[in-house]
């Protein structure tokens, strides 16, 4: 059984775009994905094709209409989990990501402007997720990262190292860092326990950096992870005044 997914967009030639090449362009190839992007306008009903109409409220932009919106998710197969791609989303996760890449596939709307009509969301059951504290100029883009990261874990599409226990954000800390030869190179070496061919030790130094690192580059993942607290740099001036 093959992934579907279905991307409802303005830009339908954003697609398969990168999915095309390498990997998930060849797992696409091997039928072990399907896509289909399909343009919002054509559920337009006007002569001007309208996608978006003025925000309610005043502001600035255009907002897309739920009722166009409405006519396109529901021309997607039945079945497949609904997700939209907005700055104002769930963060996606691995673990979101590990449970979509085992489903049927899924049906992605991606939004333009300023956003979509917000009725939409409970109307069609659909999941607003976002990819990160950052805003892009539409969803295409994030969508494009959601099957990215669903399609290389599809049965056959990546082997062993996809296999997935010694990745990032698996174990709940970072992945240790790697290295190859040459050993020496602009006068750094390669860690001489990684040299040493001492399993046990190669082990715990890997996890020892993995602990580090992500200590350093992510707090956050390192308290969930039941770390000791790290100092924020506001966490002096807000300490002292309390
Ligand atoms: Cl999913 N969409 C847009 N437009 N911006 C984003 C995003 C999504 N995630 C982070 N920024």
Redesign the pocket.
């Known amino acids: 059984m093959s992934f579907a997914a279905t991307i409802l967009t303005l830009y339908p030639e954003m697609f398969p775009g990168p999915l095309g090449l390498s990997l998930a362009g060849r797992a696409l190839e091997q039928g072990r994905w399907s896509l289909d992007a399909v343009q919002i306008r054509d559920f337009a009903t006007d002569r001007h094709r309208t996608v978006d109409d003025t925000p309610a409220g005043g502001g600035a932009g255009m907002v897309m209409r739920a009722d166009v919106l409405a006519r396109a998710v529901d021309s997607a197969p039945a079945g497949l989990p609904r997700i939209a791609?907005?700055?104002r989303?769930s963060p996606l996760t691995q673990t979101r990501v590990r449970d979509l890449a085992a489903g049927p596939g899924v049906a992605i709307l991606c939004?333009r402007f300023e956003g979509f009509d917000e009725r939409i969301f409970e109307a069609r059951d659909i999941e607003p997720?976002?990819?990160?504290?950052?805003?892009?100029?539409?969803?295409e883009t994030?969508a494009l990262v959601l099957l990215d990261a669903c399609i290389r874990l599809l049965p056959g599409v990546m082997g062993a190292a996809s296999s997935g226990d010694d990745e990032s954000f698996e174990a709940g800390l970072l992945e240790y860092p790697q290295y190859t030869r040459p050993v020496e190179w602009e006068g750094r070496t390669i860690p001489e326990v990684l040299r040493s061919g001492d399993h046990a030790r190669i082990a715990a130094w890997r996890h020892a950096r993995a602990a580090a690192d992500t200590r350093l580059r992510r707090p956050d993942l390192w308290e969930r992870y039941g770390g000791d607290p790290v100092q924020s740099p506001s966490g002096a001036r807000r300490d002292s005044k309390e």
Not at 129 to 139: E, H, K, P, R
Request: glycine share 30%; no cysteine; charged share 5%.
């Open positions: 791609m907005t700055p989303g939004g997720v976002s990819i990160g504290d950052y805003v892009l100029s539409g969803g994030a």
